[in-house]
Nanobody, 123 residues
Framework: QVQLVESGGGLVQAGGSLRLSCAASGRIASRYAMGWFRQAPGKEREFVTAISRTGDGTEYADSVKGRFTISRDNAKNTVYLQMNSLKPEDTALYFC????????????????WGRGTQVTVSS
């Protein structure tokens, strides 16, 4: 069983930055691809970014390319999401997830989920 706990969310003005962290219990280093998803009120959960088990592969949604960066520290069992140039449309509950198979953008492929951390971007 893998438990994931997100942190780092908050309220920020448009153009600002936040860094989210996802801490995993257990030894997940190099065993799981990791992803970040988000869900705004009244909308479906959407893919944001994902990183391969070793960190040498990444995927980004078009809406965040060039602004968000995913990284991981397997020694610390932690995945990060650096978010720059934030926009009001980035406001959502952000979830991290672990996938035992491959780097994928499909939320149905992920086995474990955190409870989320709220990001609110004011205009």
């Amino acid at each position: 069983q893998v438990q994931l706990v997100e942190s780092g969310g908050g309220l920020v003005q448009a153009g600002g930055s936040l860094r989210l962290s996802c801490a995993a219990s257990g030894r997940i280093a190099s065993r799981y691809a990791m992803g970040w998803f988000r869900q705004a009120p009244g909308k479906e959960r959407e893919f944001v970014t994902a990183i391969s088990r070793t960190g040498d592969g990444t995927e980004y949604a078009d809406s965040v390319k060039g602004r968000f960066t995913i990284s991981r520290d397997n020694a610390k069992n932690t995945v990060y999401l650096q978010m720059n140039s934030l926009k009001p449309e980035d406001t959502a509950l952000y979830f991290c997830a672990a996938n035992a198979l491959v780097l994928t953008t499909n939320p149905h492929d992920y086995d474990y989920w955190g409870r989320g951390t709220q990001v609110t971007v004011s205009s």
